[in-house]
């Protein structure tokens, strides 16, 4: 056996800086270590006074009670949540038309209540549910006046929007019934 | 077939290591990319909640984070397993926040104070009762701006 003196073959490595900077783009593009997402929420300010008793026309708040169970109580009636969003749009968006809901959109209020047990999971499919009923009527509203969605408006347009669909939830003072802590 | 088996009897040539800094470099930047965004350790199980109208953090300077869940792991033998408030690096108690939110704050431009987001990251099985107080010494801190932290959630009706 002749042992050949034959030179090393050499792997041509110049295209494997560009395949590893595809990956690195790939991975750059495609992963997300850290969610940071999520709902938007602005709390009222604190006061060491409790807050005035103010008369609100009734048929103008959509309250909603959650229980300690995870059960909703919306205007009286337990509801299943996947129809929440359907009724705070019929709420919201009643216009004076049916007795039991709002008069208008600007003096709708979403009153939320929720037991000291409740499962932080709901209360944020219920905020959630909330936020998208306004979000579906605020596209509504804008597609009817500007043609587009909420979302490519300019900023002044989107405000002419939220204050004629202004979300507004109060939240109460949670109870304490399910006797969590 | 003679042929062939002493071709194959032949050494292989070594393969080139000629590239291989540049995939540890990107490997480099990649591991730097991605971790720069976690600045704690985080001591709570996080099982974000599931939502729709999701709208995105901006400017995480600007950014505080709360975690609030089960202590995981190691610390579960410490602290128990009832959910506990994170603040930084350790377990703190619901007093602790406005320190917290003033630490933060001080760490900005005062114009940018406004600005300043809490991110409430809490898991999907905490009972809203610490919730509420933390929501609670939130207001008393003036930081009114939260985000509750949640992943997208696959809507099939759409």
Partial sequence: MARSKRKLVEINASSMADIAFLLLIFFLVTTTMDIDKGLHVLLPPYSEEPPEDTQLNKRNVLDILINANDMLLVKGEPLDIAELKELTKKHVDNHGVLPEYSISPNDAVVSLKNDRGTTYDLYVAVQNELKAAYNELRDGYAMKRFGVKYEVLDDLRKKEVRQNYPLKISEAEPEDIGKTN | ?158
């Fill in chain 2, 1 to 158: 077939m003679a042929k062939i088996r002493k071709k194959g009897g032949k050494e292989t040539p070594a393969i080139s290591t000629a590239s291989l800094p540049d995939i540890i470099f990107i490997l480099l930047f990649f591991f730097m990319v991605a971790t720069v965004m976690r600045e704690t350790e985080v001591k709570v199980e996080f099982k974000p909640p599931k939502a729709t109208e999701l709208q995105k953090l901006e400017k995480k300077s600007l950014v505080s984070y709360i975690y609030i869940g089960a202590p995981t792991g190691k610390y579960e033998e410490k602290f128990g397993t009832a959910p506990r408030i994170q603040l930084n690096d350790t377990f703190a108690k619901e007093t602790d926040i406005n320190q917290f939110i003033q630490n933060e704050r001080s760490k900005v431009d005062e114009k940018l104070i406004p600005a300043m987001t809490t991110s409430m990251r809490v898991d999907r099985d905490v009972k809203m009762g610490i919730v509420t107080d933390v929501k609670q010494e939130l207001r008393k801190a003036n930081a009114l701006k939260i985000n509750y932290s949640a992943v997208p959630k696959v809507d099939i009706k759409r």
